[in-house]
């Protein structure tokens, strides 16, 4: 099987779009009576929180990175010649 990046600010957009689905799946079907003003500041929210988790996770993918790459240049000296 093919290894593939993990993009958790692409699943916390999922989960908040399914939490906003089923809310107006339940207002459309009459099981729960909410005003369209919940549904805006989940919806900002939501994609304010991907936002932040896809920056947080893309500095440790660059913190990991670096830390990789110094370790191969310290392993293969400090002459910097192959």
Known sequence: MLRHEIRPGRAVAGLVMLT???????????????PWTF????FLGGLWL????????YRLRRRRGARK????ASARGSTGVR
Not at 50 to 57: C, L
């Open 39 to 42: 549904f805006a500041p989940v």
């Open 50 to 57: 991907a936002a932040t988790v896809t920056w947080i996770s």
């Open 20 to 34: 906003l689905a089923a809310g107006y799946a339940a207002d459309a079907a009459g099981a729960w009576n909410a």
């Open 69 to 72: 790459a110094s370790a191969e």
